[in-house]
């Protein structure tokens, strides 16, 4: 029996693993680097081991410190989550010199499995239907260019480990191939410790859609059924559900078939899940199986009242599958969608820094890696959440999910909240007509828009001004009784100027005897009354419509939260200081990260597009690209360089005026 288990991992997936633990009767150990010291998963645990170190290899890829974690605090078994060493072979066998009981499959079926192109040839040999590929070296450019031409375009770059669209790049010019299989090389490095790539033939536009099977020490191998992933970005999937709309029953029993028969080729062991590209056709054919807990496993608890992880935890121990797994049954319809802090409307860029509060409603569930307060760093994968919804239909799902996100309180980062809404209210998301083009059909930053009409925005605006006023008035003394800015004679209105991304907008308002009168921008509010003002916001009736308004504040930036939407406004100062001008044509930083890519010198030509500096962040990489033809007039960094978000990096002259 185990005692006592180790989480080899971090954010909502070690909280998720010490939920069900505890639920079990299980102690719990976490690990954690230097930047993760005050996350919410390091202080759920019972203990907590310090990795130190703040990247992932320096903390939650050390083998041996995690090792060391377990003796020092005397775990008997390892979880390792998902990412990070949860496929790694090594790990996995290790943990079992060790004496440590590994929750997930043998070393030899991760090896397996985990190598793209291994597993490939195993799918062949038990007759699963699979794409043309061929294992490339990205130093040998001949190489690389004939596998692309016998393949045939498009073609796919993927690294042979990991997962979660880390290592991808789809390549449908011969000429940018070279560049792309370099780049996949890198990032597959970086994220999983293995630069090993491969090029796979492209299916344009198909379904991404994955068998989640189970494995026991008794023979038994299942399928739990179908998640479609098919709205991705950057090969990473943003929104699950389960069931399929594009499976009707004979077609999931094929498929769940061939996910068997991927899973007894192998003898495996544990939670496993094999994943297949779909064709309108209804044929299907093996992508790769992931020997791990799936970040959207959520959606099939939901759908089959089980623990996935209590199962995982079971057959670790020896037990057979229990009866309600092996006889489970659809019921219903769940739909998951991940909250990043990134921004669509600029290419998806990750971003950094503090929640100042997070809480979403309780009609969902929400498996999260923070809470209010919470820091998101740049070391790891932005991901802050996954918010689940269940219902006895697709529709109603999909309508409780949407209102569930569109509702919810996220202060202190930009996220991908507005897109997600978008999305699940969307005629083709709601008629099942998804593919692994949607964002392509979709544009993200059209979608990934403020959910808030400009007369909406105008009341968050008049909101955040009596807000501040009151707060005002509840710190100075006052008159008892006498409405706020009030004068004996008329006076001018109180003005405060907000900004909501590019947009100004100047509020007057003013109390007089005949109540409070408003306007945005000069124009005026009809019929507005202030009904009440407190410490959590305003309550307003404007033209007869009455809402209230949670307002917050942090510095200079507001946060508004109302039954129209929600809204982030700066406060602009009354009397703004002189800014300090940038150099013409520098390139900023995107964000807080590493140079890995200085592609030009001072003097060089460039031209509009062309790559100028590879920026690495998030685990992702991040190209700055000159944003029109010119010269190189000063290189400010170096391959190696740490850089911060906004800092300068290169200038470019275009030769214009300035």
Not at 329 to 339: F, S, T
Not at 389 to 401: F, G, I, Q, S
Not at 586 to 594: D, F, Q, R
Request: proline residues 5%; contains cysteine; charged residues 25%.
């Amino acid at each position: 029996m185990i005692q006592k288990v180790l989480i080899a991992n971090r954010g909502e997936i070690a909280r998720r693993v010490i939920d069900t633990c505890r639920e079990m009767g299980i102690a719990t150990v976490a690990v954690f680097s230097d930047p993760d010291v005050g996350a919410p998963f390091v202080a759920e645990a019972d203990e907590a081991y310090a990795l130190g170190g703040a990247t992932a290899a320096e903390s939650y890829l050390r083998i041996d410190a995690i090792l060391e974690a377990a003796r020092a605090t005397g775990a008997d078994a390892i979880h390792p989550g998902y990412g990070f060493l949860s496929e790694n072979a090594d790990f996995a066998r290790a943990c079992g010199d060790a004496g440590l009981t590994f929750i997930g499959p043998a070393p030899d079926t991760i090896e397996i499995m985990g190598s793209k192109l291994e597993s490939k040839r195993r799918m062949i040999e038990a007759g699963v239907p699979t794409l043309p590929s061929v294992e490339i070296d990205p130093s040998d450019h001949d190489a690389v260019s004939a596998a692309g031409e016998e393949i045939g375009f498009p073609v796919l770059v993927k690294a042979s480990a990991g997962g979660g669209g880390k290592g991808m790049r789809i390549v449908r010019d011969p000429a940018e191939l070279v560049a792309a299989a370099e780049g996949a090389a890198r990032e597959a490095a970086a994220s999983f410790g293995d630069p090993t790539v491969f090029l796979e033939k492209y299916l344009d536009a198909p379904r991404h859609v994955e068998i989640q099977i189970f494995g026991d020490a008794h023979g038994n191998v299942i399928s739990l059924f179908e998640r479609e992933c098919s709205i991705q970005r950057r090969h990473q999937k943003i929104v699950e559900e389960s069931p399929s709309p594009a499976l009707d029953t004979d077609l999931r029993a094929e498929m769940s078939e061939a996910a068997i028969a991927a899973g007894r080729a192998v003898d495996y062991l544990g939670a496993g899940t094999v994943e297949f590209l779909l064709d309108d056709d209804r044929g299907f054919y093996f992508l790769e199986t992931n020997t791990r807990l799936q970040v959207e496993h959520p959606v099939t608890e939901m759908v089959t009242g089980l623990d996935l992880v209590r199962l995982q935890v079971m057959v670790a121990e020896g037990e057979p599958l229990p009866v309600d797994a092996t006889e489970a049954m659809l019921n219903g319809h769940a739909i998951e969608a991940r909250l990043y802090a990134e921004d669509p409307t600029n290419e998806f860029l990750p971003v950094t820094g503090t929640v100042h509060s997070f809480h979403v409603d309780d009609a969902v569930r929400v498996d999260s890696a923070v809470e209010s307060g919470s820091e998101v760093s740049v070391h790891y994968d932005p991901m802050i959440a996954k918010v689940i919804a269940w219902a006895p239909t697709r529709h109603e799902a999909a309508r409780v999910l949407a209102s569930a996100l569109a509702g919810a309180e996220i202060h202190g980062l930009v996220t991908n909240r507005e897109l997600l809404v978008r999305i699940l209210r969307e005629d083709e998301f709601l008629a099942g007509d998804t593919d692994t083009h949607y964002l392509e059909r979709h544009d993200p930053a059209e979608m990934g828009r403020s959910l808030i009409t400009d007369a909406a925005l105008h009341h968050h605006a008049l909101a955040a001004a009596l807000h501040a006023q009151g707060a005002r008035r509840r710190t100075t003394p006052h008159l008892g009784g006498v409405p706020s800015g009030w004068r004996n004679t008329p006076s001018q209105p109180q003005q405060v100027t907000f900004r909501s991304g590019d947009t100004e907008l100047e509020v007057g308002y003013l109390f007089g005897r005949d109540g409070l009168t408003a306007e945005v921008n000069g124009t005026p509010l009809d019929e507005v009354e202030l009904v009440e003002e407190g410490q959590e916001g305003v309550t307003l009736r404007i033209d007869r419509v009455q809402a209230h308004y949670s307002v917050a504040r942090a510095g200079d930036t507001w946060f508004i939260d109302g039954p129209d939407g929600a809204s982030t406004l700066v406060e602009l100062p009354r009397f703004p200081g002189q800014d300090v001008e940038e150099q013409k044509g520098s390139l900023l930083a995107p964000m807080p990260g590493k140079v890995i890519r200085v592609a030009v010198e001072e003097g060089a030509s460039v031209a509009r597009g062309d790559t100028l500096v590879v920026v690495e962040a998030m685990k992702m990489e991040h190209s700055v690209r000159a944003p029109s033809d010119g010269t190189v007039v000063e290189v400010r960094i170096a391959e190696g360089d740490q850089v911060d978000g906004d800092q300068v990096m290169i200038v470019v002259d275009d030769g214009s005026e300035a």
